[in-house]
DNA sequence: TATGATATATCATTTTGTGATATATCTGCT
DNA sequence: AGCAGATATATCACAAAATGATATATCATA
């Protein structure tokens, strides 16, 4: 799959729970409590996609004081990716939506 | 990322477009027009993924008279499983849109 | 003082996605 | 008739992404 830019699923969880500083541990505990279990992400993906979106510059270090608790929080390049991103996946998800409608009739 | 059976977005786009009969070339077309040009899945990816959800009972051969046009469509348990990530996706955009709506205050 | 929760990290493997390429038909143009 | 470009499917070899397993260390609490 091709795009602009677009964010795995995984990145876009990860991004989406960085809208406030939090650390890896927590973001993988609000996702799975906030879809009730449905998603969860591993330490192993989670640090992993931690280390890809730094890289981007698409989350900073926001507070790394405590090595053991370091939050991180999105950028404003990272803010403007995860808002085009969230447009695509409305575009895509009315379009299911539309489809599954019609496939009931 | 370990979901109790989420698709992934290649996955997703493709069996969205799989409400109404159509063949992997179509589906590409009409990914990249609905959203013009901002997703692009080509031809290695479409008929891998293709492969793929025939194995796991989510799409079905609609027609196969014409080997150079061969439709396919939704099972009734691909249909669940394309209405269930759409929940799960709706939550976390709802989730990132929160986010980002406090993140501008 | 042991247990479970908190927290980060990495390696090796698996899973997924894709660029390049091949093949063949069909349509419209000159 | 001959050719170009669109239509359509397919696969291989490689690249990218995700993850299971494992390691390490701290903190709370029973």
């Known amino acids: 799959m091709k795009t602009t830019e677009q ?3 995984s990145m876009f969880y990860i991004m989406a729970a960085l809208t406030k500083p939090r650390h890896g541990y927590a973001i993988m505990n609000l996702i799975e409590e906030r879809t ?3 998603i969860t992400i591993g330490p192993a ?5 931690i280390k890809k979106l730094l890289k981007q510059d698409w989350i900073y270090l926001y507070d790394g004081s405590d090595p053991r608790r370091k939050t991180y929080l ?5 803010k403007e990716v995860l808002e085009a991103d969230v447009k695509l996946r409305k575009l895509m998800i009315d379009l299911a939506e539309m489809g599954l ?3 009931e009739e």
């Open 7 to 9: 964010l795995t699923d």
């Open 36 to 38: 009730k279990g449905a």
């Open 45 to 49: 993906s989670m640090y992993t996609i």
């Open 74 to 78: 999105l950028t404003q390049k990272g």
């Open 101 to 103: 409608k019609e496939a």
